[in-house]
Each structure stands twice: as C-alpha cells, then as structure tokens.
C-alpha cells in the first residue's frame, strides 16, 4: 500500500479551533483517537533462515513474505499498533510500578473496587463483558494488535508530498510478543497518540500528539501489562502543541492514475486550509525507520 503525507504544527491555543474546521470541512463529527504504539527493532536482518515465527496463528506467511520483500534486506524499526480507550489508562499509576508483586496486590484492590462499584450501579443487558473487562482492567497480552511497517519515504523533489510504501497485518490470533520474539524483534520502547480523526472524501486528518511514557530506570525488555494513567504520559513537544496529518491511502502506488488522484486530493485540502494552517511534506529523516549501525 501507499500512503500521501502532509503535515503542519498547531499551537496548543488553537486545538480547539482548528478541530472545529476540520470538522466543518469533513462535515463529520471528530472521532476520538487513543493508540498504544509499541516499537521492536530487529536483532538481524529479515530472510528466508532463521526461526519460524509461530507466535500468532492469525498470520498467514504469504503476508510476512511480501513484508520482508518490501524491506529489501534492509532493517527496519516495526510497531505493533493497538486501539485503546480512555478507561483502559486507570490501571497503573507511577508510584504503583515499584514492583511486579507491588503492582499485582494493587491491581488486585483495583478490582474488587471496580466490582463492588459495577455492582452499585444499573447495567443494560448484554453489558457483562465489557462490565468484566473494566473491572478486570486493560492487559498487554489481551490488547488486539496490528504489525505496522512504514518504509523510508521517497526523496523530497519527486512529488510536492510526502510519498512511502506501507503495510500493516492483523494479529488475530496468538501472543503478540512471542511472535515478535520469534521474529527476531526485541522491545525497544512506546508512546502513545491521542488526538481526533474526522475523513474527507479519500483523505483521512488527524489531529493529534505524541505522548511518551514516564521515566522508567528499569527499561523494561517488554511492555508493561497495564497502562500509567493518561496523565501520567508527557507531550514529546513539551509546548502542548499538535500536528494535523492530511494522509491518502493508495491500494497500488505504481498506478499513475491512482497517484494523480490522491495527489489532487491533497492539494485541495491545502488550499482548503490556507491561511488557517500551512500543510507542508515532512522531513524525509525524521521519518527514517531503516536502524542505524
């Protein structure tokens, strides 16, 4: 798949405004946007050899076949992408991930709290499953993941966007992090993107920031199970400012018609925001994802 880019920083003072815009453009009410990004980095270069990754049965290896042909040899960081809801960021606090037995007898309290408090309160039909899931709270191992690759994009010049190749294959079935183990990837660290998302006609805006996890001494060699709390997460751009991503998804970038198309796309939703923001390529490097020897 190919993917059309362009981006522009927005002040924190202005969020509020600027959603508003993007949702009269797209005449659409914004939907919200929490993902928990987890980045792997590859302990040798992707092939044919080495272990069989057997850690999800929900991936066919045609899929990862023609993911390693799109890396050339090369090494790539990848991620393993996954939906979240605010709720799911009441799990675990700073102070409460001194210690894995610390951390189990508070989530245990955690629990029986959010029962006796479901139980306190009435529930529609048919809500059991999602009432367990609050009061048993957000895991790692039961988060539903999508494996993401974002090649190098092209040399700026070429097109007046941003231009890369990209892939994504759903994990539907198996341990996440076993398959990524067995793949020959190591945990490296994650973040988390919080913003809304509202579509107009092939272009998807985003709105959104970047929020990084707080200091841990320990650097973990996997995730943590649980979530900090949501406040607990720092802006990477420590003014509190956004950036708005105008993105156009192609099924086959090699047809020039296809290309043509989103790129008129794009170009009108720029001069749409003229004047309000400026919507610009982004930089080539800051979107590297090949690793570094």
């Known amino acids: 798949m190919h993917e059309l880019l362009l981006f522009a920083q927005v002040p924190a003072s202005r969020h509020d405004q600027l959603l508003k815009i993007i949702a009269g453009i797209a005449a659409m009410q914004p939907q919200r946007v929490l993902e928990r990004h987890l980045i792997f980095k590859p302990s040798r270069k992707p092939g044919p050899g080495g272990r069989k990754a057997g850690g999800s049965q929900g991936v066919q290896s045609s899929q ?15 991620q393993l992408v996954g939906e979240v809801r605010k709720e799911d960021f009441t799990t675990l606090s700073v102070e409460s991930s001194q210690t894995v037995n610390e951390m189990g007898i508070r989530a245990d309290v955690q629990i029986n709290s959010s029962m006796e408090e479901v139980e306190s309160k009435d529930s529609e039909p048919g809500d059991a499953s999602r009432t367990l899931s609050l009061a048993r709270g957000y895991h790692t191992d039961s988060q539903r993941w999508t494996l993401h690759f974002n090649d190098l994009p092209e040399v700026a010049g070429r097109r007046p966007v941003t231009s890369r190749m990209i892939s994504s294959i759903d994990l539907a079935e198996g341990n996440a992090m076993q398959f990524m183990d067995k793949w020959g990837y190591s945990y490296v660290s994650e973040y988390i993107i919080e913003g809304h998302r509202v579509t107009h006609n092939n272009v998807m805006l985003l709105l ?16 943590h199970d ?24 192609l099924q086959d970038g090699n047809k020039p018609e296809s290309i043509s198309l989103g ?31």
Not at 268 to 290: H, N, Y
Request: net charge neutral; proline share 7%; with cysteine.
């Open 64 to 78: 990862m076949q023609a993911l390693q042909g799109q890396m050339h040899g090369e090494m790539f960081y990848m």
């Open 208 to 223: 959104h920031r970047i929020l990084r996890c707080p200091s841990d001494p320990e650097r973990p060699s996997r995730p």
């Open 226 to 249: 649980r979530l900090y709390d949501l406040q607990d997460y720092i802006p990477i751009d420590l003014s509190g400012a956004f950036v708005l991503q105008a993105s156009v998804r």
């Open 263 to 293: 790129l008129n796309e794009l170009k009108s939703i720029k001069e749409m925001m003229k004047g309000v923001v400026e919507l610009e390529p982004g930089d080539r490097l800051a979107l590297d994802t090949r690793v570094k020897n």
